[in-house]
């Protein structure tokens, strides 16, 4: 059974750092790529970053480029995305998805497994 593991969420202040993880399993190779989705109250849920494992281009949205960045270890089938100067709009839950397809200049594509979100709230 795939499983997608988050952990690393919390509280912390504006203009504050977390780093969020997760960790893939139950498959004998990696996906083709991975993303970090996050979605607030009353929002639509919104892509913020992604990853393709093979060649390791990445992807953000405009809200947050320059402040987080996402990240593998191939070694542990793990994904990261370092938040920093973190916002009070970036309050939201946050979960790890797997997909299939790479696409150059868009990012990862065709979603087959998400993981159950971890909160992330940041205070004034």
């Known amino acids: 059974q795939v499983q997608l593991v988050e952990s690393g969420g919390g509280s912390v202040q504006a203009g504050g750092s977390l780093r969020l993880s997760c960790v893939e399993s139950?498959?004998?190779?990696?996906?083709?790529?991975m993303a970090w989705f996050r979605q607030a109250p009353g929002n639509e849920r919104e892509v913020v970053a992604s990853?393709?494992?093979?060649?390791?281009?990445?992807q953000y949205a405009d809200s947050v480029k320059g402040r987080f960045t996402i990240s593998q270890d191939s070694a542990k089938s793990a994904v990261y995305l370092q938040m920093d100067s973190l916002k009070r709009e970036d309050t939201a839950v946050y979960s790890c998805?797997?997909?299939?397809?790479?696409?150059?200049?868009?990012?990862?594509?065709?979603?087959?497994?998400w993981g159950q979100g971890t909160q992330v709230t940041v205070s004034s």
């Open positions: 998805v797997a997909g299939r397809v790479w696409v150059v200049d868009v990012g990862c594509r065709q979603y087959t497994y």
């Open positions: 139950g498959k004998t190779y990696r996906s083709n790529c």
């Open positions: 990853i393709h494992i093979g060649g390791g281009s990445t």
